[in-house]
């Protein structure tokens, strides 16, 4: 696993006044290796609470230390049930908020159901719902990374830190990709400004996928899009002549930019279904681009993604440990880790020590 050398500040990380509590909320074992790191890298032990499922599918929840006065951090890494990942941690910070703490701060690196942040077609903003029901249950403030849509933050009536991981991804890429000055940065439609922020940077040139097929946001994104009226007498007054909007025709897919001869870094936010990474390293490579990586925050690599990217045009894909994959690295030893437990760690004992979060956040623009 890579791991980014640590900061100066790194002799007062373990710094942290009394009365923290650390827990886990997760019931999945494999799912409490991140949070093993940042109470390693805190100085402080892990929480005493049992997570369990009852043979109905309840989740029970039982704290068994006091946490009265306390400021209790629960970190919630998305197993692959996602929605007992949710009522497990609701579950925690309302035992938690019952028991009297003092703050309850939710560490929870992927925020589940981001990409459902909009309005569809007869659909709900479901996310908007989920930061409801956190607020609810009891939460206080909320510490995640690269949030789909940063609007999200919005959804919340309590404070939101939205961390950052391109700069271990930014380091990642200068020092275990030799050459990388010869890249190039390949932005997908979705995440062009994210691509342009890494070129930027990196001091390099940007290409971008176009015509790739997307089954997601830029069609349907604000639920409007109705069936068409049936033209009647009574359904249109007959001085009233609406316009149809013209219907979107996709162009096969294709590269706009030079490739050839170089390294494609193609960066997104989330790495789930990967037919559209797979598509777009084909075209990449029939464009000359002699290696391809990809990059991203948190890969969910979910059904068979992992035998996928095996068999693909892809050299190699990296994503953080927002999400455990351990599985899946062992299905596909394309799949890197990045680790940002470093940057978790130090939000959490900022935030409990009562100092400002501007250090986590140096350099990061609105595209970042």
Do not use: W
């Not at 930061?131 to 789909?148: E, N, R, Y």
């Amino acid at each position: 696993m890579f791991c980014v050398a640590p900061p100066e500040s790194e002799a007062k990380m373990n710094i942290t006044k009394g009365g923290l509590v650390l827990f886990s909320a997760n019931s999945n074992s494999s799912c409490m290796e991140l949070s093993k790191k940042i109470a390693e890298r805190l100085g402080v032990e892990m929480g005493k609470v049992q997570v369990y499922q009852e043979p109905d599918r309840e989740t029970r929840v039982q704290i068994q230390e006091s946490v009265r006065g306390k400021d209790v951090f629960i970190i919630q890494t998305v197993s692959k049930d996602v929605n007992t990942t949710i009522m497990e941690l609701l579950i925690m910070v309302y035992a938690c908020k019952t028991s009297c703490a003092k703050s309850i701060i939710g560490v929870v690196p992927y925020f589940p159901y981001s990409k459902q942040c909009k309005m569809r077609k007869r659909g709900s903003i479901v996310s908007k719902l989920l930061a409801s029901m956190m607020c609810k249950a009891g939460l206080t403030h909320l510490i995640t990374m690269d949030l789909h849509q940063k609007e999200i933050q919005g959804f919340f009536n309590i404070p939101v830190d939205n961390l950052r991981a391109s700069p271990f991804l930014l380091q990642y890429i200068q020092e275990e990709i030799p050459d990388y000055r010869n890249a190039v940065i390949v932005a997908k439609s979705a995440s062009a400004k994210r691509a342009q922020s890494f070129a930027e940077r990196l001091r390099l040139g940007i290409a971008v996928i176009h015509g790739e097929a997307q089954d997601a946001e830029s069609d349907l994104v604000d639920g409007r899009h109705s069936p068409p009226m049936v033209r009647s007498a009574a359904a249109i007054h007959p001085s009233l002549e609406i316009p149809m909007l013209i219907p979107k025709e996709k162009p096969p897919i294709t590269v706009v930019g030079d490739v050839g001869g170089r390294i494609a870094i193609i960066v997104d936010d989330i790495i789930d279904d990967v037919d559209s990474f797979l598509a777009a390293a084909e075209t990449l490579k029939e464009r000359g681009a002699y290696k391809i990586f990809v990059m991203a925050t948190h890969g969910l690599l979910s059904s068979d993604a992992p035998l996928l990217i095996e068999e693909s045009a892809i050299d190699e894909v990296v994503v953080t440990n927002t999400i455990p994959h351990e599985i899946q690295k062992l299905q596909c030893p394309k799949i890197k880790t990045v680790d940002i437990s470093m940057t978790l760690s130090e939000a959490i004992r900022r935030i409990h020590n009562g100092e400002s979060m501007s250090y986590l956040f140096r350099n990061i623009g609105l595209d970042d």
